[in-house]
């Protein structure tokens, strides 16, 4: 019997997951990266540790239509990539519903990732860089690159987005797409940190502190909002708040060239507990300068930003400071407010935003516009929360494209 032929665009995390479950569907499948390996990008992910998903999982974890998505989960979840990296002789490590590998090392998941494609006997060429996806006369698909011309039944799209294109994602998946009939949802950075226009950066840079950051539109009105450990940079904000919101931010800034965003250093605390603060800390003022008397509230340089912001001296005492002064100090701690002038560029962000457009995609992964042709991972216009939610959409989308292509009844969605 004739094998269906199934080739797939672009070795990275869903495009291993494609290529392993289409042969395991019976298709012979071929796997052209245009890099020297596959996988390359699965080595940075989690600081080199691979988060590959979340525990704490539902579509709501998303950014794209939830109907959509949810019929993607329901085909496969955590608890699939669970049992596929498992199956495989992976084990893995729960950190607070983060899933890692046990051993801590991405090296290990793409290790085996890709002895299952060896022992899958998947073809694999690498430095194949692809120009071209034609659809032929009475059915199959040609791909072209350079010279070189491989022929398919079906194929699935696994090429990236723009993000960190060192590692392979330099957006020429959206340009097949595009020739191919494709809408593309505007693209920009995701999960990435913050430049902010305020000279003041650089004497708060390294400080680590749990804080609630809330993004504003023009008219002053609440965006979003995300509470976390919130890193300060020489040039504005990052941490996983800021990463989580950095999708929103980006959207945003392409309409305006600025977008406020205001910082809670005290979010455990009310604000209207902020005058008893105040009464607790006038006990306080005797013999001591006014950087000593705030000591212990925040980060020493976050204090001494604020005693300057507020016209005082760190040095001067802090005998004649007024209640309302302090007042004003607690405060400016819960309503720091700076300005975002734009986020980290495709090379430092770790997903983007925008894509496919899924209206024109079938929860089976194919294309609505062309038989036999797939889409899966970041190329769709699908990005998720920091916290192994890409990756699962990754292995998630490249599952449901593989079993589709490797010749199963497609459904219609």
């Not at 499948?29 to 890099?35: N, S």
């Not at 734009?342 to 992964?365: P, R, S």
Request: net charge neutral; aromatic share 8%.
């Amino acid at each position: 019997m004739n094998k269906k032929k199934v080739g797939i665009v672009g070795g990275g995390a869903a495009g291993l997951m494609a290529a392993i479950t289409a042969a395991r569907e019976g298709a012979a499948v071929t796997l052209l990266e245009a890099g020297e390996r596959v996988g390359k990008k699965l080595l940075s992910t989690g600081n080199g540790k691979c988060n590959l998903s979340n525990l704490d999982f539902n579509a709501g974890c998303y950014y794209g239509p939830s109907d959509f998505l949810e019929q993607c989960f329901l085909q496969f979840d955590v608890q699939d990539t669970i049992s596929f990296f498992e199956g495989l002789g992976l084990f893995l490590r729960d950190r607070n519903g983060y899933l890692y590998p046990f051993c801590e090392q991405a090296s290990a998941v793409l290790d085996v990732l890709r002895h299952e494609i060896a022992s899958l006997g998947i073809q694999v060429e690498t430095m194949f860089r692809v120009d071209s996806v034609k659809p032929m006369q009475g059915g199959g698909w040609e791909v072209r690159g350079g010279k070189e011309i491989r022929r398919f039944d079906a194929v699935i799209l696994t090429t990236g987005g723009k993000a960190a294109p060192k590692t392979g994602s330099d957006g020429s998946g959206y340009d097949l797409a595009k020739a191919l009939g494709h809408r593309i949802v505007p693209v920009v950075p995701a999960l990435t940190a913050l430049r902010c226009k305020e000279d003041f950066f650089p004497s708060i840079a390294g400080v680590r502190t749990d804080a609630e950051i809330t993004l504003f539109s023009k008219d002053g009105a609440v965006i979003a909002s995300e509470r976390g450990e919130l890193q300060l940079t020489d040039y504005g904000i990052s941490g996983i708040p800021t990463f989580q919101l950095s999708r929103i931010a980006s959207y945003a800034l392409k309409d305006q060239k600025e977008l406020k965003v205001k910082i809670d250093f005290l979010p455990q605390i009310q604000a209207d507990k902020l005058t008893k603060l105040a009464k607790e800390r006038m006990s306080l003022r005797g013999g001591r300068s006014v950087e000593e008397l705030f000591t212990g509230t925040l980060h020493k340089k976050l204090v001494i930003l604020l005693i300057k912001r507020l016209g005082m001296k760190p040095s001067e005492a802090s005998d004649q400071i007024s209640e309302s002064k302090l007042i004003e100090f607690f405060w400016l701690c819960k309503n720091f407010t700076v300005t975002a002038t734009k986020t980290g560029d495709f090379q430092n962000c770790q997903v983007c935003a925008g894509g496919v457009d899924l209206q024109q995609i079938k929860d089976t992964m194919e294309s609505k516009l062309h038989q036999g042709l797939f889409f899966a991972g970041e190329l769709l216009d699908v990005d998720g929360r920091c916290g192994g939610y890409n990756l699962q959409w990754a292995w998630t989308s490249g599952w449901i494209a593989g079993k589709y292509a490797a010749g199963m009844t497609g459904r219609q969605g």
